[in-house]
C-alpha cells in the first residue's frame, strides 16, 4: 500500500500464465496472434522457468526469453514476469537436500513437482537470490516488463517445514519475539504438562507429539513461518526494487480462505506495491459466486480498498478437486466481472494455452486442446471486448457497505486441537455471515479486529475467538461512538498467546456486549435447538448452546428448549450511542438473516430494493464522481435491477433510465449520469 498499477498497462489486464517453454517457437507466433484476436494485454511468463534459465549452477540461458519478451512486446502485450524461485532445479536439490522441506512426523519431501521449500534454508535463499539478480538486471528494464511476479502463492503447498534448519531459525525468531526463555514459557502456559523450557537450545518445532502439542507454541510457529517465508519475498522484492527502479512488485495471493489458510494476508498487503489475488471455484454444493465475491471483497480489503487485479482463475474446469465442473456458458465472463465489479482492474487466467503434458492437461485454458473451434474460445474473445469496453472504470474504487471482521491468527488458533465443539469451525461461521449480508445485497469489507471502523455502520464478528485487549478495546469505541455490532458465540475468548482472558467469558469483549457466558454447551450431531423471540417469531440454532448472564445487555430472543432453555440466546446491549448484539448459538442462514435485519435496522443501513438472492449488485465510483453499477445476475431468472437515476449501459451500449435489464446469466454494466 498505496497500491499501484502494473507499469505501461493502459487497459484493464486481461491474459494469462503463459508458459511458452511447453511448444515448439512456431506455435509461439500462433500464440501472439490469437492473443491479438482475443485483446490480450499482458501476460505472466516464467513463473516455473528456473531449471531452462540456469540449467546449471551459474549457466544461463536467456536466449529463449530475449525471444518471447521481445516477441511479445512486437506485438503490444505487456509481461508480467515471474522469478521462479518456486521451483527450484534439481541440480540445486543434489546439491542441497537441505532445502527440501520436512513434515511435521519427519519426512522430508522430495523433487520432482513444485514449490519443494525450506524458506529457513541459506542455499536456498543464496540461489533465490541469485537467479533475481539475474533476471532484473536482464530485463529490469525490458520496455515489455509491467510487473514482477514474485514466487507463486507462497504458502502453498507446504505451509511449514519442521527440519532442523527451521528449529534453529524458529529459536532466533522466539528470541526476538519474546526477549527471554522465561517469557517464552509464561506466553506458552509451559507450566501445565511439564514442558517447561530452561534455554532457547531445549525448544523445538511443534512436530508430532503422542497427544496434542502446546497450542501456544502452534500458534506460535504458524506465525514463524508466516514470517520466514515473508523474509523470503521481502528479500526478491528489495532485488527487484534496486536493480528494476519504477517497475512493482506483486505476488499472487490465495485469499479465498479456504485455498490457503497459512498466510496473514493483512501483513503481506503492506508488503506488495500491488495486490494481486488467484481465484478458483470451489465445487462443495456451496453458491460458487458467494464465495467468489467473498474472495474478492477480502482482496480489495487487503488492498486498503484500492484496485488489485485478479491474477489468475479458470476459464472452465479446474483439475484438481474430486469433482471439476465445467462452467456453464456465460459463467465464465459472470465470474471475471464480478471480479472486476469488487475493485479487480481485469481479469487473468491459468493458463493461455492448454498443456499436453504434465500435472495439469485437464485443467482449462484460454487456449483449450480443441483449439478455437470451441465455446470457451468464443467466450474468451468475448470477455476481452467486453473488458475493453469497460476500460473507463479503471481506477475507480469499489463501495462498500459494512464490514466484517477477519484476522488469521485468530482461525489459525480457533482450528488448534481439543476446542468445546469440532463441528464448529470459525471458517463457516465467516461464510454463514458473509452469505447473509451477501443476500441483502450488501458489499462487505473486511477489516483487521484493531482497525479503524468509525467508518461502517455496521461491523459484523463472526467466531472472533482470539481477541487482543486492544481489539476489544477497538469495539468497545467503535459501539460507544455510534457503531452497531454484532458478534458470533465463541469471540472474545483468548488473547494472542491462546490464554484465556481473565474472568468470565467473553473476556475481551464483556463490556462492549453488557453480558458474561457462564458456561458453553456445544450440542451434538443431531441436535437442534429452537429460540423464541419478539412477536412469537421462532429461529432455529445447532452446534452451540451457551448459559448467557445478561450484565447491563436485553434479552431479545430466549431459549425455547435445549440445555440452556429459558435463558438469553440473543442478546442487544446499548452502550454510548451504538449497539451491539450477540448471538450465543449457530444460527441457520434464515435465522442469522433476521438478526442481521435488526442490526441494520439499528444501525440505519438502508433496505436494499427486493431482487432475488443471486443478483448481484455492486458500485464502483470515482474520485472525479464517476458512478458505476454492476448488475450479476447468478440465477436462472430474468430480472429487472432498479437504477437511482439514468445512465448508459456500457457492454451493449444503450441508455437506461430508472431500471436495466438483466437477462438470466447476464451481465450489465451502467455508467449513471451526474
Ligand atoms: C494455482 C497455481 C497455478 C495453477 C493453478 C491451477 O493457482 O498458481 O500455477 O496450478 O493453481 O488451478
Ligand atoms: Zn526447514
Redesign the pocket.
Known sequence: MPQTTPKGLHRLAFGG?YNPEQWPESVWQEDVRLMQEAGVTMVSVG?FSWALLEPEQGRYDFGWLDRLLDLLHEHGIRVDLGTPTVAPPAWFYRAHPEALPVTAEGVRFSYGSRGAICHSSAAYRAAAAGITTELARRYGSHPALALWHVH??YGVPVSACYCDGCAAHFRRWLRNAHGSVEAVNEAWGTAFWGQRYSSYEEIDPPRITPTVGNPAQQLDYRRFADATIRENFRAERDILHELAPGVPVTT?F?TALSQCDSIDYWAWGREVDLVTN?H?LITDGRRTHVNLAMAADLTRSVAGGAPWLLL?H?TSG?N?QARNPAKRPGEMARNSLAHVARGSEGAMF?QWRQSRRGA?KF?SAMVPHGGTDTRIWREVVALGADLDTLDEVRGTTTLPDVAMLWDWHSWWAQNLEWRPNEAHEARERADSFYETLYDRHLTVDFAHPEADLSGYPLVVVPALYLTTEAAGQNLREYVENGGTLVVSYFSGIVDEHDAVHPGAYPGALRDVLGLTVEEWSPLLDDQRVTVSGPDGATLTGDVWTEFVRPRGAETVWTYADGPAAGGPAVTRHRLGRGTAWYVSTRLDAASLDAIVAAACADAGVAERPALPRDVEVVRRTGDDGRRYLFALNHSTEDAVVPLDGAGVELLAGTPVDGKLAVPAGAVGVVRLDG
Do not use: R
Request: proline letters at 0%; a negative charge; charged letters at 35%.
Open positions: 500464465d513463473i507463486n502463492e499472487n490465495m488467484d478458483y489468475e479458470s479446474v484438481w491459468f495439469e485443467h
